[in-house]
């Protein structure tokens, strides 16, 4: 089956410091999206990376992907407390058109 | 992009029960999805609704438990029956074109069993 791991499974920093969230597939991705997921809320489409190599920025969020299209990693900035939800990769699956999602990340940001 | 209206945003339920989640478009799309989501926990894909014949289930998840309906481009249901506290979760509609094209999602569904 195709999956998306994410690490780290949560992240707590202080308010100022940079952070990096992975996702990995076992499998090359046709594209891969970044959603943020406040607590007990629905879900914020960051970016979606499709070419190999490619990386794109938000504010104070980067996100790239690799050459093989098969792991991207996103970047925080000088991170602050509103930075802080769920952030959850996805793909849609190489042989269909369902989407499915990485396993998240939690991130706290401590003021 | 596509505006989802999902009904209930919350509901509180008895166990055996069963609640009939609602997903309106505000325009036609090929794809229709539903999501759940269990506490803490990542989105989990339960079917794809399609329109006109009966809804494609993943694996772990079936029709007599999650009947699902799609009687046009812009709408679908999805039913959890005989709730048990082990379904309270979020439950999620989505849409989307496929490759390349953003999944949109709805607000959600709270669903508690109590």
């Known amino acids: 089956s195709q999956e998306l791991e994410q690490s780290p499974q949560s992240l707590i920093v202080q308010e100022g410091k940079n952070l990096t969230i992975n996702c990995t597939s076992s499998?090359?991705?046709?594209?891969l999206y970044w959603y943020k997921q406040k607590y007990g809320e629905g879900l914020i489409f960051l970016m979606m990376?499709?070419?190999?190599?490619e990386e794109k920025s938000h504010e104070k969020i980067t996100a790239k992907l690799d050459e093989k299209k098969q792991q991207s990693s996103l970047h925080i900035t000088a991170s602050q407390p509103s930075h802080a939800g769920i952030y959850l990769c996805g793909a849609h699956r190489n042989t269909g058109n369902q989407f499915y999602f990485g396993t998240g990340t939690s991130l706290t940001v401590i003021p | 992009s596509a505006v989802i209206s999902q009904k209930p945003s919350r509901d509180i339920c008895q166990r055996g029960t069963s609640l009939t989640i609602q997903c309106q478009v505000d325009?036609?799309?090929?794809?229709m999805f539903w999501y759940r989501q269990q506490p803490g926990q990542s989105l989990t894909l339960i079917a794809t609704a399609n329109q006109g014949s009966e809804a494609t289930y993943e694996s772990g998840f079936v029709i007599d438990k999650f009947p699902i309906s799609r009687p046009n481009l812009t709408f679908s249901t999805l039913t959890v029956s005989n709730m048990s506290p082990e379904d309270s979760s979020i439950y999620l509609c989505?849409?989307?074109?496929?490759?390349?094209?953003?999944?949109?999602f709805g607000q959600g569904t709270r669903l508690t069993v109590v």
């Open positions: 989505s849409v989307g074109e496929g490759p390349g094209a953003e999944a949109f």
């Open positions: 325009s036609q799309v090929t794809m």
């Open positions: 499998k090359t991705l046709y594209g």
């Open positions: 990376l499709q070419k190999g190599g």
